[in-house]
């Protein structure tokens, strides 16, 4: 049951907290009518069994397979999505991926992080990176498979890119992170038990992280140049939801940090979403939204860059059906007026 | 190496919270040496690389086999110690257990809460209920089996001991607990998860918890006398560690809150870790600690009793070590002075 | 500008947690206008640069002056509104106040629970209780005053009242209660700051807390009745927002568990807000909304009925609106769909 | 009583979180006998009263005087204790700043992050920064002024001083630190408000902390040498103690990551409280103790450096008493082998 401009959409793998806060907006969607939802785990058992406050009545479908639905937003492990989509987009469906399968352009980088050949890299040139704030958002309009960024990649990202496209930063970037635990997704390990997790802070993956990989793409000012130099250290936090970026750079020669801050501020002028604020944010103010707050300032000669998002909206669900919303040409915030729950 | 009056002991069950603060305890004790401890799932590692600030080399055996150690502290599942407690009885070691398999008297409760015949009832009568402040101090001297209570237990029946002794009270109690996520223990559980534990507080075996088998117990005011009805409703509060039991009941007629709480300052008179105070306890400020602070007051004319330990040591292995302070012969707070870590 | 059917409202103290709540939810709320938000400690400000996500424009005022707004939500400390309430009666608009001044009817509780006479006693028949499912939905309707109830009193009503009239439960009831911080509300204190209460549970006013009164009003049975004996003892969480009541009472003879989930469930058949639940709660199912739920079970024969809410919604600011809901005959839920943001 | 070769100490400013647990470990200190206490804010009340866990029947004084006391431990906030420092110099007595006072020696410096003139710039020479690690520890032995480092200063300059004295880093390093709420300290603050500092990890001071002129002034390799560049951006994470140092920076050309492990190693060869660890520490592997975790490894070609303490104890109070041990020739970790209790 359809809107007439609207659309049908499945969620699959819908509750990891990704695929929850999907279904979650997707059912307070104006445009959108959710026919399907799929978990193995969960199989048989209704949403709101599950995420309190989900309210549907869709039983959750074992297999990853998206019924009738003409949109298929795809929460899975990395790796399980690739060899699905491609069925998919031959269906004819428009396939949103928060999952890392089709993030990055080149798959030699893909095999690198992810260990694995990949299984559909004749995809991964039409796949459109889905962050509507820094791509050409026509691409959006046409495309058939949107590969969403990881959550620490959109908070650097927004952090960096004006920067890096007004060539007002020297190529080498240091980006400390930190995240809420329910980056960490629904799934159990001992770094996220409450006893273990609470009252503790720590760095992780400090030799490389596979979110630096997409960070590095979208930060090259053009096809054939150099990379840039980014270094990329993730902390856990003991809170639920929420990242913080701190980005350290120091300015391209000549430029100042006024020029510096015109630069965010046009580039995120139409931006619904991102919010230059004039004081360094905290997670809590965006918690919940898809907003993003980024805060440019300079601590004697070198620039600092902070944002906060909420990880698993603007860094995932969030961010998905923003993009939704551009490709089918609706308003860029429909559905994403308000707060989202759980965890 | 063994101090000339010491003894050695090991754990069994090293790598729980319990048996890891248990081993804590053990290594700065001046009267023991730990010379053993096992664990199943951490065999052939170094406590030190599970346990920051745990400074041994010994080594965790897969078996649970206490070696030479004259002393077993016990912290396994039910059931398991229940079938190896026999043996290290008839090879003449003295037996802590932290565990549930011999707290209760009657095998037709422990089938009952436990859902299994117990494997061992011949050693119900014998095992001494490890809560000194409240049982025969002689019973442990010469006790070969000690069976700890729970840490809910030993909340509750610190709060209601000396009123039920001194006929001071109805017989019919509410006992409402709250503790921290580390009485879950440390296997994992969703519950328990980080981002589904944090900003939440809920009721849990709301229809009968075992521990409440332990409380009705220990306030039978004599072996033929009728067993008190207590109602007993724990809760997860989102903190690492600590127990509050809020208990309330009416007073026996004729009785006054000043003879209770003189009642409650003589029964714990000489208790060197039971402290009546004058205000309301958090858990906070016993964290780490083998104490119990108490509070008795009134609210128009009902009884209110505010009990808080910290489950992991006086709810737990700090209990133990107490025990065979007293059954050694020891001072009672040997090794029992200074705060215990993580988690 | 308000809507054709709609209104014009003022919140007075609308920079503390239940008058932002309220704000936030006013905002967005369809037949509502707010035009007036007050506040003496951050006058000259805007909403939004005290609170992220109040999108506003809304200078607050330092004088609790509602303008020309026809509706007045209050959210004063105690002992204020009293004194300006009659006023605004006279100038004809609708007052809901938030705050503990109107909800007690006899000015003798007031005198004793606030320690000085009521500045308003002639208010006190005619204020209206705006606790909904509890009360007379008629008598909201031509309601002036509605003098919402505490955040505890609330999750307590919810959890008795359908026992109490059904006459189902012996008239001796035991409230324990657990609140987020935030129940606190913004005002600094020692046992608010982070590193006091963190890893803290503790209980306070063991000897008697405000909303007993409260509770003790709604719960009798008819005018002439004896007031049922409540004990209510709260207690402060680490974590900042929700309440959760564990209630503990017997049937009344004869009457059984099933006839008592009958009386909530049909006590609550109508009520949009009200879920009873077949498992215990948590505080977190909860958080955001202006949901209440309640869970009915017997331990032995001891009843336990678990009602959560979060204290700033349906505990404070969402029952204010839903009570305005009622009074104009708008949808019930209107404005309350879905959850609040901060703290 | 003092032991034979031990002696008395004062605490000024003893019940700030900093002051308190100064207290506690100078209370369980073999050497040392405590015997005075002071606070303004609480005078005439016993430590215990205010901090659980503290027995001791000192009463606080309200005035600033350390009465008989041989060594002067000192936590007041920045100013006052360069104004009562002279006097007690004068009287032959020890002094063990824990405040900003006498760290930096430069007054135009003290000038410039302070906002005044230093009011005994005569003694800035003379003070002995106290991190005993990194000076050389004959000049503690002698020392009447010691003057503590920051909590940050301490973690930074643990990460970065064998990199600095060993040549191996290029002079150009950003700190990117987070600390627990107890940091701010037991006065109140919107920021240190639960409901506020819970489920939000925000940065401060962006533009610089006074701590960053302790780390460039340790970080200088030669009397006449030019400062290093460091950036410092602190942050608040949700807990109540810890401080996590993440620092990055570039070898000097030539160099090697295994030349830089064996620095560190060889750097810290004797030194108690120093570990150099194989995986990125986590502050609750540290809470309470005077333990310092270092892990030294790469991302690509750039260093990381990650360094935990306890802010409190390794950043606070228990450094003061390791100076002290070192000062008097005592073991090293005379009184610091347990961890302290509170926030």
Redesign the interface.
């Known amino acids: 049951m359809t809107n007439a401009s609207g659309t049908s959409a499945a969620v699959i793998g819908a509750t990891g907290?990704a695929g929850a806060t999907a279904v979650q907006l997707l059912l307070?969607h104006p445009q959108v009518a959710l026919t399907r939802v799929t978990s193995r785990s969960n199989a048989g058992q209704k949403m709101g069994a599950i995420y309190?406050?989900i309210e549907s009545d869709l039983e959750l479908h074992a297999e990853p397979d998206p019924g009738d639905a003409e949109v298929v937003v795809v929460a899975l492990p990395h790796g399980i999505a690739a060899s699905l989509v491609p069925g998919w987009l031959r269906e004819g469906r428009t396939v949103l991926d928060l999952g890392a399968d089709f993030r990055l352009k080149d798959p030699a980088e893909y095999a690198r992080w992810y260990g694995a050949d990949h299984p559909s890299p004749e995809l991964l040139e039409e796949a459109v990176f889905g962050l509507p704030e820094v791509i050409d958002r026509g691409a959006l309009e046409s495309a058939r498979l949107v590969a969403c960024p990881g959550c620490y990649s959109t908070a650097a990202i927004l952090a960096l890119v004006p920067a890096v496209r007004g060539g007002l930063a020297k190529p080498d970037y240091?980006v400390?992170a930190?995240s809420?635990?329910?980056g960490?997704g629904?799934s159990?390990?001992?770094h996220?038990?409450?006893?273990?997790?609470?009252?503790?802070?720590?760095?992780?993956s400090?030799?490389?992280h596979r979110h630096l990989a997409e960070m590095t793409q979208a930060c090259r000012t053009g096809p054939g140049d150099a990379a840039p130099?980014i270094?990329?250290?993730p902390?856990l936090?003991?809170?639920?939801?929420?990242i913080?970026a701190?980005c350290?750079f120091d300015l391209e020669g000549g430029s100042t940090i006024e020029q510096l801050r015109d630069a965010y501020r046009s580039a995120y002028a139409g931006c619904p979403f991102i919010k230059v604020v004039d004081a360094?944010?905290?997670?809590?103010?965006?918690?919940?939204?898809n907003e993003c707050h980024i805060?440019v300032?300079?601590?004697?000669d070198?620039v600092?860059v902070?944002a906060?998002i909420d990880n698993l909206v603007k860094g995932a669900a969030g961010q998905a059906v923003q993009a939704l919303n551009i490709a089918r040409g609706w308003p860029e915030t429909a559905g994403l007026e308000?707060?989202?729950?759980?965890?």
């Open positions: 907290y307070r309190p406050g240091v400390d930190a809420g635990v329910s960490a629904r159990l390990g001992l996220f038990h409450y006893a273990e997790a609470a009252e503790n802070f720590n760095a992780y400090v030799e490389g130099r270094t990329f250290v902390h936090v003991p809170m639920v939801r929420g913080l701190t350290y360094a944010p905290g997670t809590k103010q965006v918690a919940g939204t805060h300032t300079q601590q004697g070198r600092v902070l906060a308000l707060p989202v729950r759980w965890p």
